[in-house]
């Protein structure tokens, strides 16, 4: 008994803190127990949530593959168009250099 006298008041202190917690934690985990109910429910529900999840993501999948082939498409189309309108880019140049050569060959203006 002597020995406990002994022992510094903040280590008891401390121990009983730490007494305290554990007595706490305990209190708190009976109190969930129907949280503890709602979790397990959700675990045995969680194969057929995945099962309709699965599903879900093959049906948007199957949706997207026709998508992308479409966009495929698409950038075939535009690549396309952008060499078609360097062509013209270069076609309205050579025209603009004839209309000012043209116009410096009429009098007048």
Same mark, same amino acid.
């Given at each position: 008994?002597?020995?406990?006298?002994?022992?510094?008041?903040?280590?008891?202190?401390?121990?009983?803190?730490?007494? @305290? $917690?554990?007595?706490?934690?305990?209190? /708190?985990? $009976? !109190?969930? !127990?129907?949280?503890?109910?709602?979790?397990?429910?959700?675990?045995?529900?969680?194969?057929?949530?995945?099962? !309709?999840?699965?599903? &879900?993501?093959? *049906?948007?999948?199957? &949706? *997207? %593959?026709?998508?992308?082939?479409?966009?495929?498409?698409?950038?075939? $189309?535009? !690549?396309?168009?952008?060499?078609?309108?360097?062509?013209?880019?270069?076609?309205? $140049?050579?025209? @603009?250099?004839?209309? /000012?050569?043209?116009? %410096?060959?009429?009098?007048?203006?």
């Amino acid at each position: 008994m002597l020995d406990a006298l002994s022992l510094p008041p903040r280590l008891i202190v401390r121990a009983l803190d730490d007494l @305290h $917690t554990l007595a706490d934690g305990v209190r /708190r985990l $009976t !109190e969930r !127990e129907g949280d503890l109910a709602d979790l397990l429910e959700a675990v045995r529900e969680l194969p057929r949530v995945e099962d !309709e999840l699965s599903a &879900r993501v093959e *049906l948007v999948q199957g &949706r *997207l %593959d026709p998508l992308l082939a479409s966009v495929a498409d698409l950038d075939q $189309t535009a !690549e396309a168009l952008e060499k078609a309108l360097a062509g013209v880019q270069v076609t309205i $140049t050579d025209f @603009h250099a004839e209309l /000012r050569d043209l116009r %410096d060959r009429i009098p007048g203006i």
